[in-house]
Structure formats: C-alpha cells, structure tokens
C-alpha cells in the first residue's frame, strides 16, 4: 500500500474519532445542568398521605373525646354522691346525740310513774338528781362545756351583759351574778351567759 493511501486512511480514521468524541462531548454537556455539574437523579420522596394523618388525628380526638366523656361523668357522679350524702347528713346530724339521750327518756319516764305512785318526796328528789347527773354527763362526753361566768371580768365575747349594778371596787368590771348559763361546744361558744356586770 502506498504510504498515501494510508496516512489518508488513518486520518479519515482519527477524524471519524474526533467526530464521534464530539457527539459524545455535546450530548454529555446537553444533559448537564447550567452550573456544570453533572445531573443526579434524585430519589423521588412520596408525597405524605393526607388521607393516613387525617386518620391518626381523627383517632386521637376520638380517644381524648371518651376519655374527656368518661371524666365528666365520674366527676358529675362524685359531686351528686356527695350532694346526696350532705343531705343526709344535715338530717341525721345529731343522730348520735339522741342515741346517748334515749336512755334519759326512759329515766325521766320511770321517775314520772313513780311520783304518781309513791309520796316520798326525798326518793322522788333522790330520783330526778341521778337523771340530771346522767342527761349531764351525757352532754359533756359530746363535747358540751359550761362557762363558770360568775366572779370572772367581763369579756364579750362569752357575756351578755343584761344590766349594770354599783358593787364594791374589787367587783368592778367582773360578772356579779350569772342569770343564764353560757355554753361552749368543742370549745366553741353556743350560748352566750347573760350576767349582771358591776361598776
């Protein structure tokens, strides 16, 4: 072969090379971004499902509903409990009291039938003390004191006083006679003693 002929061969060869390294060249640069970095495919991230959230909210609520329903419920049977029970008590309040009282009933009872019987005053006297003694220690063990009010200074808020009287010095300004006794419950005043106050 005569060395034209192949220097027209190879170059026809290397020019079909540069051709096709150019196709190459311009389809990579085609499929390039502007900033020249080649293109990523990047994963596609599905889409949340509105429909799968809008679910869970919906349970959520529903559970905080009943829950809300059962709460509101055990409240309101609390607070009717306890109205019902307070009424109760306001009636029965003293239930005990009267209980311990009972037996002075009786007493008084028995003491009624024998005056009617029997003469004898000293027994009947006898009789009517022990009740007393019993009805009084009965209110005591419930918590009922008594004010000792006479000789004591005026203080009122235990004493009413009803009048005034001239009394020696010594006496001013304390209790010179007790015309009601006062009373105090678990130490708190029930009944306020009216006395005579000297001046």
Known sequence: MPAGRYFEI???????????????TKENEQGKPENG??????????????????EGYEEKIAELNDKY??????????????ARERIELSKTAGEDIFKSLLPVIDDFER??????????????????????NKFKKTLTQKGLE????????????????????????DMKGKVVDEVEKGYFLNGKV??????????
Request: glycine share 2%; aromatic share 6%.
């Open 10 to 24: 190879f170059d026809r060869q290397t020019l079909m090379k540069k051709m096709n390294n150019r196709e190459e």
């Open 37 to 54: 970095n080649e293109t990523q495919e990047t994963p596609e991230i599905p889409a949340p499902d509105k429909n799968n959230k809008e």
């Open 69 to 82: 329903l059962r709460l509101y419920s055990e409240f309101d049977n609390y607070r009717k409990r306890t």
């Open 111 to 132: 003491a009624m039938k024998s005056i009617t019987d029997d003469s004898d005053v000293p027994a009947v006297r006898e009789g009517i003390t022990l009740i007393y």
């Open 146 to 169: 008594e004010m000792n009010a006479a000789g004591q200074p005026f203080d009122s808020e235990i004493h009413d006083a009803i009048t005034n009287i001239d009394v020696p010095d």
């Open 190 to 199: 029930i009944r306020h003693a009216k006395v005579v106050v000297g001046k």
